[in-house]
């Protein structure tokens, strides 16, 4: 990524399409000023709703060339059962001049026909100079970017007459860290039929790291740059979230969480780590520490809990779960199903024995907010079950304190690891 990416949407409705085969195409032209500049574009399906994004469907081509040379780039795919639209993204990077021209889409009908799609101000001759981002979406993301302007281009060649240009200057590499999404120290671990996603920072004692329900690495984004001074920060998105995908789990349990954070731990070929585990996470983490203490040296879990009861967690929470999940069911989408397992974790999960909790050798430090949605007299009970634990409740917090008071929650742990 650089300072000025630029990333403009064309919006092509495709709901007369449910099942057809599609094949866009578009031409490109890039003249670079660094080897880090291109141009492109990709395509992503969208439900009855803006960002009701049908991830599996997207799709992402190669670099394309940067020899100033007009090239035609094609992608294909079928429309999906709950698509209503079709963004196709134009993308540039870097410093250069950038044009694009001749957007074109075509269907296969049942009977095997191509068919053309009308993709309105495709070649951009409805375009002017004052308005030369007529028909395209995000153009409002352009006015922050120093260096960047559109313009419309006339090319001699009738082929191409008027096309989009774009310019950019002053672009550096956008230096960043985008946890979750870094896959520059990012891994896979295959296990258990998934591919399990982890990224690694810092050196030093390891220290684990296990966000909650629908969560993933990034959710810990305030926390790594501390840990990782002092730390070997190893951020784990967890099976069926993040990165992590998992096709063929019907159903998601901690314990199963659990087993996959033992065997990433085994390819690692380490034990006797700190493991800090948030919400959901920190469910997992009393599991892993219960049946496997030789792993967990130190053990922080902030609301956490031990079963889905309203003796646990609160009622409106679980109330709130249950409605949500009634209205996914009823959309009747296949992209709600990912969502649909883990909101049902919610009421039907954990279910860790409280006499278990004596297995736990690690020191631990058991955490919550004064208005965490787990109750205090759960949090307590939990912290009166772990041999030789710590209880600190977070006065005037959140369950979300992680996130909303990160210089307090991240000085409680590191002063609690140091100890």
Do not use: C
Not at 130 to 138: A, E, F, H, S
Not at 310 to 337: F, G, H, P, Q
């Amino acid at each position: 990524m650089t300072t000025n990416d630029v990333i403009l949407v064309k919006e092509i409705n495709v709901k007369k399409y449910i099942g057809w085969a599609y094949e866009i195409t578009a031409e490109i032209r890039s003249s670079t000023h660094n080897d880090f500049g291109n141009a492109n574009f990709s395509a992503l399906q969208i439900g009855k709703s803006d960002w009701d994004f049908i991830e599996t469907t997207r799709k992402n081509l190669p670099k394309s060339k940067n020899n100033g040379v007009w090239e035609k780039r094609t992608m294909s795919g079928v429309i999906d059962k709950n698509a209503s639209k079709i963004w196709l993204y134009l993308l540039t990077y870097g410093n250069g001049d950038f044009y694009f021209d001749n957007i074109k889409m075509r269907v296969k009908d049942r009977d095997g026909n191509w068919i053309d799609i009308v993709v309105d101000n495709g070649d951009f001759e409805k375009s002017t100079d004052k308005n030369p981002l007529k028909g395209l979406r995000n153009a409002e993301s352009l006015t922050n970017k120093k260096g960047v302007s559109t313009s419309l281009f006339i090319d001699q060649n009738p082929e191409y007459k008027q096309s989009l240009h774009v310019h950019s200057e002053g672009a550096e590499q956008d230096k960043r860290i985008f946890y979750g999404n870094n896959l520059s120290t990012g891994k896979y671990l295959k296990i258990n039929g998934i591919k399990l996603y982890y990224e690694v920072y810092g050196t030093g004692e390891p220290l684990l790291l296990l966000h909650g329900n629908g969560g993933s690495i990034n959710s810990f984004s305030k926390q790594i740059p501390d840990f990782a001074q002092k730390y070997k920060v190893i951020a784990v998105d967890t099976r069926g979230q993040g990165r992590s995908k998992d096709p063929i789990s019907k159903d998601l349990s901690y314990d199963l969480f659990a087993e996959d954070i033992k065997d990433l731990l085994d390819s690692l070929q380490l034990k006797n780590v700190n493991v800090l585990g948030w919400s959901d996470g920190g469910n997992t983490g009393l599991i892993l520490a219960s049946k496997y203490p030789e792993y967990v040296k130190n053990l922080i879990v902030m609301g956490a809990n031990l079963n889905p009861s309203d003796l646990a967690v609160k009622k409106k929470t679980l109330e709130k779960t249950e409605k949500d999940i009634k209205k996914l069911m009823a959309e009747n989408k296949e992209s709600n199903i990912p969502i649909i397992r883990l909101l049902e974790m919610v009421l039907k999960e954990p279910n860790i024995n409280p006499e278990t909790l004596s297995n736990i050798k690690a020191k631990t430090l058991v955490l919550a907010g004064e208005n965490d949605e787990i109750l205090e007299n759960h949090t307590r009970l939990i912290a009166k079950r772990i041999p030789n634990s710590n209880l600190y409740i977070f006065k005037g917090e959140t369950h979300f304190v992680v996130t909303e008071n990160p210089a307090l929650f991240n000085k409680t742990v590191l002063d609690f690891l140091q100890k």
